[in-house]
């Protein structure tokens, strides 16, 4: 049974950081890209990053320089290091693969007070 448990999230101030897993479960994980989206309220669902099999990583522009992402392939994980957060980065933060999606976990809720 194929199993994407987030956590990490919490509500911080701005200018703070948080570091968000991904636990994966079920899922043959090294071969596949794998990223971080997220969801503000009344927004559709965004991709924040992601990362290859090979380590290359791309970020979207809103992110970019402020996010980073990473995998450890041994324990089946994908990591968020978020720093300098802002208000508009407060959304629900979930993982999956890409492109093909798994069914989404239950996301990890990020809220960040100006």
């Known amino acids: 049974q194929v199993q994407l448990v987030e956590s990490g999230g919490g509500l911080v101030q701005a200018g703070t950081s948080l570091r968000l897993s991904c636990a994966t479960s079920?899922?043959?994980?090294?071969?596949?890209?794998w990223a971080w989206y997220r969801q503000a309220p009344g927004k559709q669902r965004e991709l924040v990053a992601h990362?290859?099999?090979?380590?290359?990583?791309n970020y979207a522009d809103s992110v970019k320089g402020r996010f980073t992402i990473s995998r450890d392939n041994a324990k089946n994980a994908v990591y968020l290091q978020m720093n300098s957060l802002k208000p508009v980065d407060t959304a629900i933060y979930y993982c999956?693969?890409?492109?093909?999606?798994?069914?989404w976990g239950q996301g990890t809720q990020v809220t960040v007070s100006s």
């Open positions: 079920g899922i043959i994980f090294h071969d596949k890209v």
């Open positions: 999956n693969s890409l492109p093909d999606v798994y069914v």
């Open positions: 990362i290859s099999n090979f380590d290359t990583t």
